[in-house]
């Protein structure tokens, strides 16, 4: 059973450019989470979907930033007009639709703006 | 003041020795509590449940105080692998299934 799979593991853009970070969960699970983990500091939550559903955005940055789980297909984290302070790890994790809430992450995307 | 706040070390200690991490969380609604470990530049990966009766994993002893909002980890009998960062993460009930996250606590273990 594979894990939670993420892709690119390593993004470079410049500034002003588009970031679309990619995240398969684990077989079967249909919970989606995005975390973010800046240089130095702990995970922080982002956002957390259900298939082709937001559940809560709360950690979003207002501007710039989308995510996105469809129906078919991985859950996309999308950053617009990139900036320096968006390089980052960005964090993938999953869970089963009930009972075992245990989020497994995956192995996440470093983003690096320059 | 920060939701999950943990001493970021590092605790240098040798084979064999027994360490604590304590960590203290300021929602008191918070239900669930885990400690992860995350390697360097690796991903988080559950090592415990952390549960208000205790609970013991091998050499992992995991402890919560409700009362003081206080989780501990215990590690016995340290080994070289255990070198990593170790996270305390809470989540709030009522069907709010994000983590928080505190800025970890890193462990060196040495020969």
């Known amino acids: 059973n ?97 009972g075992d809430e245990t989020q497994y992450f995956g192995p996440g995307t470093r983003l690096l703006v320059l | 003041r920060k939701e999950v706040e943990q001493d970021p070390g590092p605790f240098n200690v040798p084979e064999g020795a027994t360490v604590a991490f304590n960590c203290t969380y300021s929602n008191s609604a918070s239900q669930s509590f885990f400690w992860y470990r995350q390697d360097c530049r690796k991903e988080p990966k559950l090592l415990m449940s952390v549960y208000s009766s205790g609970n013991e994993d091998g050499r992992f002893t995991a402890q919560l105080n409700r009362a003081s909002q206080y989780i501990s980890l215990l590690i016995r009998d340290s080994k070289l692998s255990d070198s990593a960062t170790y996270l305390c993460v809470v989540r709030k009930g009522g069907g709010g299934n994000k983590l928080t996250f505190g800025t970890g606590t890193q462990l060196k273990v040495e020969l």
């Open chain 1, 2 to 98: 594979a894990g939670v799979m993420q892709n690119p593991r390593h993004l470079v853009r410049r500034r002003g450019q588009e970031a679309r970070l990619r995240c398969s969960p684990m077989k079967g699970h249909s919970h989606v989470y995005w975390y973010r983990q800046l240089p130095e500091e702990g995970l922080k939550f982002m956002v957390y979907l259900q298939k082709e559903n937001i559940i809560d955005e709360s950690g979003m940055p207002k501007e710039r930033f989308s995510a996105e789980f469809p129906k078919e297909g991985p859950s996309i984290l999308r950053i617009q007009q990139v900036v320096r302070g968006d390089s980052a790890a960005y964090f993938c994790a999953s869970s089963p639709p009930s």
